[in-house]
């Protein structure tokens, strides 16, 4: 019999090259232990809201209006909602063609895009123009538009930081197209080096292909570091002279836990430095409700904003968008409420300023509280999280360790990790997923847990960690480092 459409030997290839381990092989193996019954602790992803953190009130409390409309008719509705909350669900709703049941239009309501201008305009201090803001289904849906925008064939590639958040390899891989990595400095906080930017070039150019596109990741996922203006501005120059489009992954910029380096969009540092590049360069920036003191994972509203787009160009990414109809609406409210939160003199402004600066502070303890733990442990080395949500340790394993992997048919770190899993149940990624150097090992774990519970997860780590290097070293003298 012959073969069938969706039998596996005959699926689309693209389809069978996508990995992504932030879901792989060892969440796959901790929600079978769930399964069993036992305890997991899911750091594997940055989902804060899995991990108890609570929903900022203002948002949830507008969202429920316009989902629920009828409220705003109970005579009572002023005893249960703040008049700001009410006075906003009626602002949304009367942006929508029939509630958030309607489609919008594929770009996203014109009303919401504006809040989206006008809040990078004030961040940047440069305007914003709406049209050329499109709102998606989280950053996610955005990347994967704009990279399958991009990647014509196999010889096309996309410069994207090693480690990387596996979207990026996935994507590519999805859209047929060539990952060229640049990596990035473990021994410079994660620094990125312009001339290994430009070796990255010159040997993917070498092998055929045309490369069209950096990806930036800022800050930084796995490896939570934030750049500075001058990284910026050399990234920039570089783009400019290599002709490439810059993809700003911007996700986390409300995630700061330092002050040496606050966030600076490439948008603003590319506008700062004037003609000719601030008005030749290709530019895309994104943003989501998913990550900074939001959390809000599951309500899929996200953006990319296009700097120097060509209008031609903008029309096609449009008309693309429109194949899928419209984001979802209630993501996209809830997008209008992150980039336009209650302002002082509102009724909720100080219960929004106290639950977001909570949050924030909070993550900021959590952030030295994995750092430090981890470089407490043996054979563990770990630069401090500046930003975004995960720390990204060196696993420095023995050689009877790597050994051992072998034998098992595992990847070192996924051995590692499947361990962690087994003896204590928190559920890591293995860093061979993000991409490494070889011969080098890590994991990548969010800071999310709460912090209270921090010191016993970081003890049940340190425990762990200190058996396994004494089961697996020959005692004959291994370097920490």
Known sequence: MSPKALDYETLNENVKKVQYAVRGELYLRASELQKEGKKIIFTNVGNPHALGQKPLTFPRQVVALCQAPFLLDDPNVGLIFPADAIARAKHYLSLTSGGLGAYSDSRGLPGVRKEVADFIGRRDG?????????????????????????????????????????????????????????????????????????????????????????????????????????????????????????????????????????FLSARKVLLDMGPPISKELQLVSFHTVSKGYWGECGQRGGYFEMTNIPPKTVDEIYKVASISLSPNVPGQIFLGLMVNPPKPGDISYETFVRESKGILESLRKRAQLMTDGFNSCRNVVCNFTEGAMYSFPQIRLPPKAIEAAKKAGKVPDVFYCLKLLEATGISTVPGSGFGQKQGVFHLRTTILPAEEDMPAIMASFKKFNDEFMEQYEDHRGYSRM
């Open 126 to 262: 440069y305007p914003s123009d709406p049209e050329l803001i499109f709102l998606t289904d989280g950053a996610s849906k955005g990347v994967m538009q704009i990279l399958n925008t991009i990647i014509r064939d196999e010889r096309d590639g996309v410069l994207v930081p090693v480690p990387q958040y596996p979207l990026y390899s996935a994507a590519i891989a999805l859209f047929g197209g060539s990952l060229v990595p640049y990596y990035l400095e473990e021994t410079a906080n994660w620094g990125l080096d312009i001339y290994n930017l430009r070796q990255s070039v010159a040997e993917a150019r070498s092998r055929g292909i045309t490369v069209r596109a950096m990806v930036i990741i800022n800050p930084g996922n796995p490896t939570g570091q934030c750049l500075s203006q001058a990284n910026l501005k050399e990234i920039l120059k570089f783009c400019f002279q290599e002709n490439l489009v810059l993809l700003g992954d911007e996700v986390y910029q409300q995630n700061i836990y330092q002050d040496e380096r606050p």
